[in-house]
């Protein structure tokens, strides 16, 4: 089975030889990168940004392995489609729209692999259906080996804007007050965010990577007040830029973007080049492309077998991936779990060392909604289930639970059908806002699967230290599609029978 690496390379070698490809599915004025083999090279494989390319099968970060180790080689998503394929047509908009957010963060392209010229590329990837989204991620180190990754998230803009902007490389230097004059040694100019936030921000994560040995950035939380003091810093988040050894400090005073805060910087240096510059790489280049060009000649002869890299994608995506070969297998699904009394819901979701819970509060009798949401996340829990994903667990809380009532009332939500998730040992949760469908449900879990989003306290009394009454052995019905205990150890879990299905999701 060919490395990951081995893929990404022969991807960069079948581009450079390449002719230019025919018009596909995105124009020049689409926000997305149409790619074809002459403009690979330039666009992609030296890019200081991060890519997507075409093919709603398989969305890749690719990052060049023959790229100038000083560049920061940001991430690149990359689409592999046919313009014929309905799935892919229907994906277009939320692309587009990712490509929009992603600008200046990381570059989206695609590749149609409906193009004769394109199709031993694709068959090199592994590309078996459309869309299918592949994340190519470059190493920390130079020289280091790319991380290639399946796309498996919701095919929605901001799952796919999550996705991207969480893997972006960070060179970010964390800065304390006893590191300041270590961080501020040396004549070259630096760049300081102070923030109350204890996480590093795409866009700054972005801006070290365009300026990675040019200008030093870093990030100061507000509670490092040597520092604060020190430039005399009011409100956050607050930029200031030391233009050099000696020199005044000059704060930033206007919007936190990436064009703005890089004119800033202008005035003490300019990013790394993107493209990466033409010259000497470009000769180098030349016997290199010819040197691929008889290798690819020799890969041809055999067929390459497809890359384990499109599995998961494949597997989690049956029921919406259209084939270019066999039927996609798909699977029944697997309802969530019922929480039947009030013990039961304490022990999984309310002690005080619960993880993330997402609870279905819904009407005992039928209704249109509840039927939908539980639905929705059956959908999901099979997905996650086969696609191997460690997300958190899913629970149906019928109204009929005598706890369901006190726990709308201390959340004071009030709708016939609500959506929530809750973590009792971090004391937050959220509310669900929109339609009960599928995808808008699965967008959701993606944030919080990504810490985005705005989170409520959760009030203490519901939270309790140990359950109350011993709990009623639960029927075989309800251990169907139970999950273990929330704060069980992923890496403890064992094949579930077939006839309890378990999956316990990824705390954050």
């Not at 270019?324 to 013990?343: K, M, W």
């Not at 944030?447 to 009394?461: F, V």
Request: proline share 7%.
């Amino acid at each position: 089975m060919p490395h990951p690496t081995a893929l990404v390379a022969a991807l960069t070698a079948a581009l450079a030889a390449l002719p230019a490809a025919h018009a596909g599915m995105y124009t020049k004025n689409s926000p997305v990168l149409q790619v074809d083999g002459r403009s690979y090279s330039k666009l992609i494989a030296k890019s200081n940004h991060t890519s997507v390319r075409g093919n709603p099968v398989l969305v890749h970060c690719v990052t060049s392995l023959r790229a100038p180790a000083r560049l920061g080689m940001q991430l690149t998503i990359v689409e592999f489609y046919a313009p014929w394929c309905g799935h892919c047509q229907n994906l277009k908009p939320a692309y587009e729209k990712a490509a929009r957010n992603l600008a200046g963060l990381a570059k989206v392209a695609a590749i149609d692999c409906d193009d004769d010229a394109n199709k031993q590329l694709c068959g090199s990837m592994g590309v078996q259906g459309f869309p299918t989204l592949k994340i190519v991620r470059p190493s920390k180190k130079p020289g280091g080996r790319p991380v290639v990754e399946d796309y498996q998230g919701a095919r929605t803009a901001g799952a796919i804007t999550e996705a991207v902007a969480s893997k972006i490389n960070n060179h970010v230097v964390r800065v304390a007050d006893k590191d300041l004059e270590s961080f501020l040694e040396g004549d070259g100019p630096k760049v300081l965010l102070f923030t109350e936030k204890g996480t590093t921000s795409a866009l700054l994560r972005s801006v070290a990577i365009d300026y990675l040995d040019v200008v030093s950035v870093g990030q100061v939380r507000n509670k490092e007040k040597a520092a604060v003091e020190k430039f005399g810093v009011e409100k956050f988040p607050t930029l200031v830029l030391i233009p050099g050894a000696g020199k005044d400090p000059i704060t930033y005073d206007g919007e936190l973007n990436k064009k703005d805060i890089a004119a800033f910087l202008s005035q003490v240096a300019q990013p790394n080049p993107d493209p990466a510059p033409n010259g000497k790489d470009k000769a180098k280049d030349k016997p290199k492309a010819e040197k691929k060009d008889k290798k690819d000649k020799k890969q041809a002869k055999s067929k390459p077998e497809p890359s384990k890299e499109a599995e998961p994608e494949e597997s989690a995506e049956a029921s919406t991936a259209t084939t270019t070969g066999s039927a996609t297998q798909t699977h029944e699904v697997v309802p969530i779990a019922t929480v039947t009394d009030a013990n039961m819901l304490v022990e999984k979701c309310l002690l005080a060392k619960s993880h993330t819970c997402v609870l279905a509060l819904v009407p005992s009798e039928t209704s249109s909604n509840g039927d939908k949401v539980v639905a929705s996340l059956s959908q999901l829990n099979t997905k996650y289930l086969h696609g191997h994903r460690h997300l958190f667990p899913f629970f149906a809380v019928p109204s009929s639970v005598g706890s369901a009532s006190a726990l709308k009332d201390a959340l004071e939500i009030s709708g016939e059908v609500e959506l929530i998730a809750l973590n009792a040992r971090r004391g937050w949760w959220r509310r669900y806002e929109g339609d009960f469908g599928v995808e808008s449900v699965e967008g959701w879990i993606d944030m919080i699967r990504m810490g985005e989003g705005a989170k409520n306290k959760l009030p203490k009394e519901i939270v309790m230290d140990e359950v109350q009454a011993e709990p009623e052995a639960p029927s075989s019905s309800t251990e169907t599609a139970e999950t273990r205990p929330t704060d069980a150890e992923p890496e403890e879990e064992t094949e579930p029978p077939e006839a309890t299905h378990s999956i316990v999701h990824e705390e954050l």
